[in-house]
């Protein structure tokens, strides 16, 4: 029998239980929010930050909503708003109401993207590492704008100036390997990375060092909707936030002015440093791949 077979009677959460959870996630999202909250209400523009809620088009609600994952049946009452969400479905318990995940449906509606994600987190944990490309990508981001009268991406000031920054990518050889990096290189820099990423071959060239890469399992868990349970997402989302920040910190911005040490890549130390940085997180986004790689599998597509 499938999960979504209305035959099934798995063991329904009480509603105390699932609250409490729901609450605890919410609380824990709101911490993770918060110094982004504290801009956005304030007008003020963060230039570490907003990338988590631009780049990956999300709300601090989204977030704060929790979901149990596939398979799992909450007790609820008759007119609980959860019978009435996208791709959930009622179904009887021993205490009277229920409403689950609808299996069969969402992946009859999001399939492909199941699909997707499978191979691609499966394709890039089955591989090792590339360590010590010193978040290069941002330096190339920026390359020759000053020199062309361009304004860079963010309202930040270039730490080395525009001829240190270009110093600094002409003397450094640039491996980058993730599409979605790449695509935002300047155009002078293009021809300067040793790699050609390219959409058709993400799936062929992604690897688990990457800090895009490993900021990108939060977009997955997202593209995965209410089938992915609450914990893995905010882990997926805390990763990210603290990707970013060493991705800003390694950048070739000056970011002082959020109270934060530049970390100069540029230096022997800095490069030190950002490996032991980038293997950390290698582990944690492993854990994390592992973990949504159990829940396609848990998507029949």
Not at 117 to 144: D, K
Not at 282 to 291: C, K, M, N, P, W
């Amino acid at each position: 029998m499938s999960l979504s077979d209305p035959a099934v009677r798995p063991d329904a959460l009480g509603e105390p239980s699932w609250r409490a959870a729901a609450a605890a996630h919410a609380e824990r999202a709101d911490a993770l929010t918060a110094v982004w909250r504290q801009a956005h209400d304030a007008g003020r523009k963060h230039a570490i930050e907003d990338f988590l809620f631009t780049y990956y088009p999300t709300r601090p609600g989204q977030l704060r909503r929790w979901h149990p994952g596939p398979g799992v049946v909450l007790e609820v009452a008759p007119d609980d708003e959860r019978l009435g969400w996208r791709w959930y479905r009622r179904v009887e318990t021993a205490g009277g109401a229920g409403v689950t995940l609808d299996v069969e449906a969402f992946v009859a509606a999001r399939g492909e993207t199941v699909r997707y994600v499978r191979s691609l987190v499966g394709a890039t944990a089955s591989r090792p590492g590339t360590f010590g490309c010193f978040g290069l990508h941002e330096w190339a981001m920026v390359y020759q704008d000053a020199e062309k009268g361009r304004d860079h991406r963010h309202p930040l000031p270039l730490r080395l100036g525009g001829s240190g920054t270009d110093a600094v990518v002409e003397s450094h050889r640039i491996t980058c390997s993730h599409i979605d990096a790449f695509r935002f290189f300047t155009p002078e820099a293009r021809d300067r990375n040793q790699l050609r990423p390219t959409r058709e071959r993400q799936v062929a060239m992604e690897q688990p060092g990457c800090l895009h890469a490993n900021m990108d399992l939060y977009k997955w868990c997202l593209k995965l909707g209410p089938a992915a349970p609450g914990d893995l997402l905010l882990d997926a989302f805390e990763l990210a936030r603290d990707i970013r920040y060493t991705d800003m910190q390694a950048s070739p911005y000056d970011v002082t002015s959020y109270g934060l040490e530049s970390l100069a890549i540029e230096t022997p130390e800095g490069k030190a440093e950002y490996v032991r940085r980038q293997r950390q997180f290698a582990e944690r986004a492993q854990t994390l791949r592992r973990r949504l790689l159990v829940l396609c599998e848990a998507l029949p597509a």
